[in-house]
């Protein structure tokens, strides 16, 4: 069975450029969560989804980050300008109600 | 202010005794916990669970213990393994959401 897939697995960019994470969760899942992992502040959730819907997006750190999923199978999450303390894992994750959440292998995103 | 605290940021066992991580937690509200394992350059990966109206929970080589009152919860591996060695992540949720509170994880290297 796939997993939950996310691309790229690297980026690096430069301060202000765009950057566009990607997630496909598992199929039938009806979840899907995004989160953010650095040395200072651990594993974050930034928001989750039910049924492409954004439920909870208190976690986002500020306006230059923005999520959306316009179908099932599909999620992006956006930083735009993009900053250096933006670098970190970030990492997508899926689930099927209250089944735990499976997770992917992560975007580790370099900001120069 | 962490919610979901694990104290040791690393552990070194011999191969073949226990391996026992701690996790505390804060709030009161959480009524589901779970353990994950993580390996270098992937995602986390869920091991085992535990719900409130417990106090144990087993998995073959794997129980989680929760002690309400103490606001605490180990994570057992025995016989432990070279390849158990990641780092282990406790979390924490409550009833009504799938936000999953994260600790900041504990390093496991056994031994051979």
């Known amino acids: 069975d796939a997993g939950v897939i996310q691309s790229p697995r690297h980026e690096v960019t430069e301060m202000g450029q765009e950057v566009t994470l990607r997630c496909k969760p598992i199929s039938g899942h009806d979840y899907l969560f995004w989160y953010r992992q650095t040395m200072m502040r651990g594993l974050e959730l930034l928001i989750y989804?039910?049924?492409?819907?954004?439920?909870?997006d208190s976690g986002m750190p500020e306006d230059r980050f923005s999520a959306k999923m316009p179908n099932a199978s599909f999620s992006t999450l956006k930083i735009q300008p993009s900053e250096p303390r933006d670098s970190a894992v970030y990492f997508c994750?899926?689930?099927?109600?209250?089944?735990?959440?499976?997770f992917g292998d992560g975007t580790r995103l370099s900001i120069l | 202010d962490q919610q979901v605290k694990q104290n040791s940021p690393s552990l070194s066992v011999q191969e073949g005794r226990i391996s026992i991580l701690n996790c505390d937690y804060t709030n009161s509200m959480f009524d589901y916990f779970l353990w994950y394992k993580k390996y270098p350059a992937e995602g986390p990966t869920f091991l085992i669970s535990?719900?409130?109206?417990?106090d144990k929970n087993e998995d073959g080589r794997f129980t989680v213990f929760l002690n309400k009152s103490a606001k605490h919860l180990s994570l057992h591996i025995v016989p432990s393994q070279p390849g158990d060695s990641a780092v282990y992540f406790c979390a924490a949720s409550h009833s009504g959401t799938y936000k999953y509170i994260f600790g900041t994880g504990t390093r496991l290297k056994v031994l051979a």
């Open positions: 994750a899926s689930s099927d109600s209250n089944q735990p959440q499976h």
């Open positions: 989804f039910n049924n492409n819907v954004p439920i909870d």
């Open positions: 535990i719900s409130s109206i417990k």
